[in-house]
């Protein structure tokens, strides 16, 4: 990180103070090189982010990703087909964790 003040990642409050490579890795590697690469969209990776979560049924970081999927341009009928659609791909049930926490969060907002 630089000097300058800038608000902590969430990665950073999550578990800065814990384990402090590991958000290195996030903040600098995963969110500042890889998220920035030039050969997908921001909407595109966030698609492939949000199916790789649901296929391996991590639930717990699907509300990010699905918020910033659609800070990214995907729509929340976009988002709920994609859904759909990896129910027959990743299994009935992770769909349906994921589609519950789509649901939370979309009808939250």
Do not use: C
């Amino acid at each position: 990180m630089t000097s300058e003040h800038t608000e902590p990642s969430g990665a950073q409050k999550m578990l800065g103070d814990f384990a402090p490579a590991l958000v290195g890795y996030t903040d600098d590697v995963l969110f500042g090189q890889v998220w920035e690469g030039r050969e997908l969209s921001p909407r595109d990776r966030s698609l492939v982010t949000v199916a790789s979560l649901v296929t391996s049924g991590s639930t717990e970081q699907l509300r990010y990703h699905l918020t910033l999927a659609r800070e990214n341009g995907a729509s929340e009928q976009e988002l709920i087909a994609v859904l759909t659609h990896l129910a027959f791909y990743a299994g009935w049930p992770r769909a349906m964790s994921a589609m519950t926490v789509a649901k939370q969060l979309f009808r939250a907002s």
